[in-house]
């Protein structure tokens, strides 16, 4: 919120005259209204292992983080840039594999990789596209630019909280809101909903099927795929309601079978068909892959994105991105040591109390070291796990990342943040969301944002400081698109 020197950054300014007028009591009542509706509406996420996990509310803080558009217009053509990367090199590996022969990568990291599908490889998906829904976490230090911290093509999640936090804080800051011009983001559930419909499969027609599929009301992520199929209009399945018949997915309804065109899966691979990958899965669908590659069923995302959300792959974008479109990449990676290689495992050893460390297929904070948070005896454990098993990690310096105001009953005091903005990609076009999921650490000097360890949300406000340009509008660019949708999704909830 503040520059160097103690000043109030510009765009933060109507914000703190409010923090200023308003009593921390008044703060502390809106606090309470907040979580009352998040209960009443039922957000939660579970985390495994714990007897409380269906309980729990992600902790959600009253004060937005605000960005200016010109920093966003910056942010959003790093997004597009990177993601179209990603798209061309799942496109690559799973075909001729140009960037292992150019000798870009090397060949073991993408082909002995456990999320590397081997049942992709010289299989075309519709349209080229893999990467359908994209979550790119970013940071930022201070005043300098953002740096990606990593990137989840796999089944990336938290968008539900986006929007829900959006919805709440126009509920209880109808003030704060009118001295502001927020960039929107409720018509997301829209443009998702065109770009799923843009990549069926051409024999769907005019009127593709979605649905969107579950592991359950058991998954840490129930809520959010409930919520999401609610608002797209679209049926929420699970694998048992499911079957396919001559290569094609259909649902089973009480009005007969019902063909699925486009499944937005929320499964990982190994679920996904018990005839492709785990025999013993019951989540997924027998006879899934042999629709999908039939070209009768379009899944998101695709098969076998995992492989380019490792963080091992992570520190090869640069060069991926320049591979591919020619281009230095505008969004900078994290400096990044690769503990595989010996001169690298050598420093992150000898400064490992300095750093932070990660396996390189983990994720939700789960398998890291915080070394400077860490104890000794905890220092020495990772060494000898780090030593045993050098392939499996990365390790990064311990970003000095931004931070910004956070309520808490004491008062307003500073928190790190990150951002995971998403990214939607169909044949309509790729385009992203203006602002995203801020994730806050809510403890003092800690640099986990992560649900599952504890971290909480904040509404996000892109804001237009000069004349707004509707042609900048994520809104008004998908407007005409969106109508449709909408209007289709009203009548598929009403039925």
Known sequence: MTVAGGDVRAVYAKIARWLDSTPVEQLAARRAQAELLFRRIGITFAVYGEKDAGERLIPFDIIPRVMTRLEWTRLEAGLLQRVKALNAFLRDIYGGQEILRAGKIP???VLENPEFRPQMVGRPVPYDIYVHI????????????FYVLEDNVRTPSGVSYMLENREVMVRLM?????????????????????????????SAGGQPTVALLTPGRFNSAYYEHSFLADKLGVELVEGRDLFVDADALYMRTTQGPKRIDVLYRRIDDNFLDPEAFNPESVLGVPGLMRAYHAGNVTLANAVGTGVADDKAIYTYMPEIVEFYLGEKALLKNVPTWRCREPDALRHVLEHLPELVVKEVNGSGGYGMLVGPRATKAQVEAFAAKLARTPQNFIAQPTLA????PTFFDTGVAPRHVDLRPFVLTGTNGVKVVPGGLTRVAMIENSLVVNSSQGGGTKDTWVIDDAPFDPSRSFQSQTQSQSNGSQSQSQSQSQA
């Open 401 to 404: 990342l931004s931070t910004t």
């Open 174 to 202: 109808p003030d704060l809101f009118a001295e502001h011009r927020v960039a929107p983001v409720e018509n997301y559930p829209d443009v998702l909903l065109a770009a799923l419909r843009s990549v069926a499969p051409e």
């Open 134 to 145: 994209a979550g790119i976490d970013v940071v930022r230090t201070g005043e300098e630019d």
């Open 107 to 109: 060949r073991d990291i």
